[in-house]
């Protein structure tokens, strides 16, 4: 079974410069997630899709982030215009369905902003 | 799950001792934890979980046990390995949100040969 795929895998940009990341999640899986993970903690939720609607994104910083899942497979995540403390690792995760399901992420995707 | 905080930060032991990591959670109505692994740079990997109708859970040296009434929860390792040297998260969701897994801070574990 193929896991989670995100891509690029790194990215270096200049603060105010826009970035975007994709997920690809494993096939049959109806949520998504997309978490920020900051050195030295834990991942934190942005997003959460149910198929391609948006369940949870109470944490996501919605004056420069946004995310969609237009036809419930792939999503991306956008940045827009980034600033230096966005600099984290981007995790990519889904999961059969909501609750108290496993949730399998992908390799993430390492964000410099200078 | 809303707030999570895990304990300690750092953890060193000699192979072959025990670990212990500890997580305690503020809603009442989380019902699964899940812990996650994390090596340096690699994706955090599931190893264990507990559902709240369970009070302890075992995989082979990992073990995982919930105490509802005082809300925490906790990673038991077993005869540890060098391999087991990585970052381990605790977990909560369920509850009052939509299924909202909420991570601990992390515990750096190393096992010294």
């Known amino acids: 079974e193929a896991g989670v795929a995100q891509s690029p895998r790194y990215k270096i940009i200049e603060k105010r410069q826009s970035v975007a990341f994709w997920c690809n999640p494993i096939?049959?899986?109806?949520?998504l997630y997309w978490y920020q993970q900051i050195l030295g903690q834990g991942p934190k939720l942005l997003i959460q899709?149910?198929?391609?609607?948006?369940?949870?994104d109470s944490q996501l910083p919605k004056d420069r982030f946004s995310a969609e899942r237009l036809k419930g497979v792939d999503s991306t995540l956008k940045i827009q215009p980034a600033k230096l403390e966005d600099s984290a690792v981007y995790l990519c995760?889904?999961?059969?369905?909501?609750?108290?399901?496993?949730?399998?992420f992908g390799p993430g995707t390492r964000l410099l902003v200078l | 799950g809303e707030n999570v905080e895990q304990h300690p930060s750092t953890l060193s032991v000699q192979e072959g001792d025990s670990a212990v990591i500890k997580c305690t959670y503020s809603?009442?109505?989380?019902?699964?934890f899940p812990w996650y692994k994390q090596e340096l740079g690699k994706r955090p990997q599931l190893i264990i979980d507990i559902r709240s109708n369970v009070g302890e859970k075992k995989d082979q040296r990992i073990a995982v046990t919930l105490n509802k009434t005082a809300k925490h929860f906790s990673l038991h390792i077993t005869e540890t390995q060098p391999e087991d040297s990585a970052v381990y998260f605790c977990?909560?969701?369920?509850?009052?949100?939509?299924?909202?897994?909420?991570f601990g801070q992390g515990t750096i574990l190393t096992v010294h040969p």
């Open positions: 809603d009442s109505a989380s019902n699964y």
């Open positions: 096939s049959g899986h109806a949520t």
């Open positions: 977990g909560d969701a369920g509850g009052t949100s939509y299924g909202k897994l909420t």
């Open positions: 995760a889904s999961s059969l369905g909501p609750r108290q399901e496993t949730q399998y």
């Open positions: 899709f149910q198929n391609n609607g948006v369940v949870d």
